[in-house]
């Protein structure tokens, strides 16, 4: 049998299939037709809703909600610590809604302060190495190209297309269709 067949359950039904070599807390909720591969990692404050699909080594870590049908590729680190000296580890949160798209290595950091989220709307890409900071809010069918590096407080409203390999500054503001 192989590993993937000796999976938990398989997405074939509409459940879960988590791989052998996946770590995901028993805490953490996870949606039906949900695949989790191998040496992912999914903390027990993650909530991931139906048809997701987890890709190898990506890590889930803090109060994370996730839709569904949202592609998530090897690497991806999602829910860590923001990059943020003001932050004591208060009890943060990212929001991310249906049928979006984080490629390879996208790293996403929850927000600050107590009460305070990192959110994405839905339909949105996120291509391989793009960082987004903490307590930004991303509208929906937003484009974000490979490694464009987004710092804290940044919103990003809806149909954005952002080119690759740039650097926004904290607290900018990017309009609808920019």
């Known amino acids: 049998m192989s590993e993937l067949e000796s999976s938990k359950n398989l997405i074939g039904d509409n459940k879960v299939n988590i791989h052998n070599f996946a770590d995901v807390s028993s805490k953490a909720e996870i949606g039906k037709g ?3 591969g191998p040496g992912a990692v999914i903390g027990p404050d993650v909530i991931i ?3 997701t699909w987890i890709g190898p080594n990506v890590i889930i870590e803090g109060r994370v909600k996730i839709g569904c049908n949202n592609r998530i590729f090897p690497g991806a680190c999602i829910g860590l610590e923001p990059q943020d000296l003001k932050y004591k580890g208060d009890f943060t949160e990212v929001l ?3 049928n979006n798209t984080f490629r390879e290595c996208v790293t996403i950091n929850r927000a600050t302060f107590e009460g305070e989220k990192t959110i994405i709307g839905d ?13 930004c809010e991303i509208g ?3 484009v974000i190209a490979n490694s464009v590096q987004i710092a804290g407080h940044v919103a990003v409203e809806d149909r954005a297309v952002i080119g690759g390999c740039l650097g926004i500054h904290q ?4 309009g609808y269709l920019a």
């Not at 607290?171 to 990017?174: A, D, G, P």
Request: aromatic share 10%; hydrophobic share 40%.
């Open 123 to 135: 339909q949105n890409l996120l291509m391989a190495y793009s960082h987004l900071g903490h307590n």
């Open 171 to 174: 607290f900018v503001h990017i």
């Open 140 to 142: 929906n069918n937003v």
């Open 34 to 36: 949900v695949y989790v």
């Open 49 to 51: 809703g139906p048809n």
């Open 96 to 98: 991310i809604g249906d």
